[in-house]
């Protein structure tokens, strides 16, 4: 029995060894990933539409983020940027922290835009004058080192750490220099809305003793007049903080800041509406004159930058850069 079943199939292997031969090419082509990713130029989101603000006041132009496109490193991919102008190969080591996978980068990004999320809506509130009051603040481990002697994951809420609350990565670090080296600290964690215990081992890395976790801010918060923002699962990251907070800013004020023009930009955003540095300009910039942008805003940091990407590619639009959110809104205003 067991030879006849052998035999048969050993005979469709022969009869049909060049269509498999075929099918595993064909798979390995368009699946298998080599340690590279894909940028090329992405698209922009208006901002005003994921939005929605109690008594809102309406603006005839947009505010919208910009974004980078990047896609693995699948065969097809990879080939095609040798061909089309501005898709570029990026080596996945220079994307993501040591030891950090491409999807681990993604967990992290995520976390990064929630926070981002965070910063525009307290940033804006304040600025307008509006109602916002902070209740809870949540620190949030963002990565792991590899050196680190831990049973903690990426996306713990961190409730207590050897009994004391931190909020800020730097207090962190003061309280974990002040222990010993192989010291275990004990950390209370949220994790899946389940309280667990955790530990960690002191180690020593150039002079500063470290638990090799960083970590980044969640609020708990309430406003007046009530916001919603919607997301996609897709969107990750924290460089559209800027333009959010801009657009919430608009919705709350009477005056419209757009004065009818379409505004795209880019820049973190932190909760006291200082604009930070990003990276990918060339593509968002690209994406934004693409979109037809009459202005692009960028960070200070990226502005020589984006004006050689604006001569290189002979782009149209306007750029201007931008230190904080109220630097924005005046520049807006004028």
Same mark, same amino acid.
């Given at each position: ?16 060894y060049k269509f498999l031969i075929t099918l595993v090419v064909l798979f390995l082509f368009f699946f298998y990933e080599l340690p590279f990713v894909v940028y090329r130029p992405g ?202 907070? /801009?657009?919430?800013?608009?919705? /709350? ?66 750029? /201007? ?14």
């Amino acid at each position: 029995m067991i030879n006849k079943v052998y035999d048969k199939i050993k005979k469709i292997l022969k009869e049909n060894y060049k269509f498999l031969i075929t099918l595993v090419v064909l798979f390995l082509f368009f699946f298998y990933e080599l340690p590279f990713v894909v940028y090329r130029p992405g698209g922009t989101i208006d901002l005003q539409s994921r939005i929605t603000v109690e008594t809102s006041y309406k603006a005839e132009g947009s505010l919208s983020m910009s974004y980078v496109s990047m896609m693995k490193g699948n065969i097809p991919f990879v080939l095609l940027s040798f061909v089309l102008p501005n898709w570029d190969l990026v080596k996945t080591n220079s994307i993501t922290l040591e030891d950090e996978s491409v999807d681990e980068s993604i967990v992290r990004d995520h976390l990064s835009l929630e926070e981002g999320l965070d910063n525009a809506v307290i940033s804006a509130y304040r600025l307008a004058n509006k109602k916002i009051e902070i209740k809870e603040i949540f620190p949030v481990v963002a990565y792991i080192t590899k050196e680190a002697q831990t049973d903690l994951k990426v996306g713990d809420i961190l409730l207590y750490v050897n009994g004391n609350k931190f909020t800020e990565l730097k207090d962190l670090q003061v309280y974990i220099n002040s222990l010993e080296k192989d010291q275990v600290v004990h950390f209370q964690v949220l994790r899946e809305e389940k309280e667990l215990e955790c530990t960690a081992k002191v180690y020593e890395m150039e002079k500063d003793l470290k638990v090799g976790i960083s970590i980044l801010n969640k609020y708990r918060y309430e406003v007046d007049p009530k916001i919603k923002i919607e997301t996609k699962e897709s969107e990750s990251g924290s460089s559209g903080g800027l333009m959010t907070a /801009l657009a919430i800013y608009n919705a /709350l004020t009477e005056e419209d800041i757009t004065r009818g023009k379409n505004i795209v930009g880019t820049g973190t955003i932190s909760i006291d509406g200082q604009v930070g540095e990003i990276g990918g300009i060339k593509y968002k910039l690209l994406g934004a004159e693409k979109a037809h942008a009459d202005l692009f805003l960028c960070p200070y940091e990226n502005y020589e930058e984006a004006k050689e990407v604006k001569e290189k590619n002979k782009l149209q639009l306007n750029i /201007l850069p931008v230190k904080s959110l109220k630097d924005a809104v005046q520049i807006l205003e004028k």
